[in-house]
């Protein structure tokens, strides 16, 4: 069975600074990996997506995220923490074959001036 | 282009009545996935429709049903509604194919009272 491990429910970043928003998964097979992320009383947006190839995926609004085989990993950073990316942060995982996207618990990100 | 689109926003009900929730999905895509997120958790996967059929059921009872249009779009049906089906319902779209991302409606925020 698939699963995801986001280990921190909250993230606190200065704005400027770097921040990781970390992720874990299982699943059978080679994973496809997303990240979305979700302003409050809105839908998940689509950040990112590893399926093959470089283990370093650039997303939307300057997040990047580094797919990590041997620690089973995909831990999404952005170099430079803005005031506009508080929000809820989800990493999801899905095998392949057409199976059902298994999300996190969520991060919450928050950025003090 | 028009993204995934839901209806209503916002829906009150009482234990035991039945509800109708609706999605279009984003042009261009023919498969449709519901998910339930409650509140405070990650969004939980109920179902997928791909050709007017349903391809793949997550862990939820019968009372969740569903079907797709010839146009694609979806309707999520819940029957006897209980005080623990209240929860942000959340449509996405996507293409048929196996490495394809879905995109997220705003979703339907239903509460049971």
């Known amino acids: 069975a698939q699963s995801v491990a986001q280990p921190e429910d909250q993230v606190n970043v200065a704005e400027g600074n770097p921040l990781t928003v970390k992720c874990t998964y299982s699943?059978?097979?080679?994973?496809?990996l997303f990240w979305y992320v979700q302003y409050p009383n809105r839908g998940l947006q689509f950040l990112l997506k590893?399926?093959?190839?470089?283990?370093l995926v650039k997303g939307s609004y300057g997040f990047e995220a580094e797919f990590n085989k041997s620690q089973t990993s995909f831990h999404l950073k952005k170099p430079s923490a803005l005031v506009s990316d508080p929000a809820l942060y989800f990493c999801?995982?899905?095998?392949?074959?057409?199976?059902?996207?298994?999300f996190g618990t969520g991060t919450r990100l928050l950025v003090s001036p | 282009d028009a993204g995934v689109t839901q209806s209503p926003t916002h829906l009150i009900k009482t234990r035991g009545q039945q509800v109708t929730l609706r999605c279009s999905p984003k042009?261009?895509?023919?498969?449709v996935s519901w998910y339930q997120q409650a509140l405070g958790q990650g969004p939980q996967f109920i179902f997928q429709?791909?050709?007017?059929?349903?391809?793949q059921r997550g862990n939820f009872p019968d009372r969740f049903s569903g079907h797709q249009f010839p146009n694609y779009s979806s309707e999520l049906n819940v029957n006897a509604l209980l005080l623990g089906d209240s929860a942000l319902y959340l449509c996405?779209?996507?293409?048929?194919?196996?490495?394809?991302?879905?995109?997220f409606g705003p979703g339907t925020r239903l509460l049971v009272l």
């Open positions: 996405a779209s996507s293409l048929g194919t196996d490495q394809e991302t879905q995109y």
């Open positions: 699943v059978s097979g080679n994973p496809y």
């Open positions: 590893y399926i093959t190839g470089d283990n």
């Open positions: 999801a995982v899905r095998g392949t074959g057409f199976q059902k996207l298994v």
């Open positions: 042009s261009g895509h023919d498969t």
């Open positions: 429709y791909y050709e007017e059929e349903e391809r």
